[in-house]
Nanobody, 122 residues
């Protein structure tokens, strides 16, 4: 029922910035996850759609910002001060259920975007 289309990935030098976009078919609480080759999918940030409250992983706090555009049903991940360790495929995710606490685990989301590659060079 939920459709998510991601864009905005690319190659950037360390210290640079990228903004990822995730266009959704509706308004949902959403999160961003990332997965490096051979690694598990890890939480990056989440946002409550209606209130706009956010939560970010410690590894990206102060560098990444999650936000949404209500008119476009789109969530963004602004990534600044990128590091090589940020290299991964980034996935947006949505949950169709209302949540009190924003989810930080893969199992708490029931819809996923196709993924977009982010590569940060040294």
């Amino acid at each position: 029922q939920v459709q998510l289309v991601e864009s905005g990935g690319g190659l950037v030098q360390a210290g640079g910035s990228l903004r990822l976009s995730c266009a959704a078919s509706g308004r949902y609480d959403m999160g961003w996850f990332r997965q490096a080759p051979g690694k598990g999918r890890e939480f990056v940030a989440a946002i409550n759609w209606r209130a706009g409250t956010t939560y970010s992983a410690d590894s990206v706090k102060g560098r990444f910002t999650i936000s949404r555009d209500n008119a476009k049903n789109t969530v963004y991940l602004q990534m600044n001060s990128l590091k090589p360790e940020d290299t991964a495929v980034y996935y947006c995710a949505a949950t169709t259920r209302r949540t009190v606490v924003l989810g930080t685990r893969v199992g708490e989301y029931d819809a996923w975007g196709q993924g977009t590659q982010v590569t940060v060079s040294s």
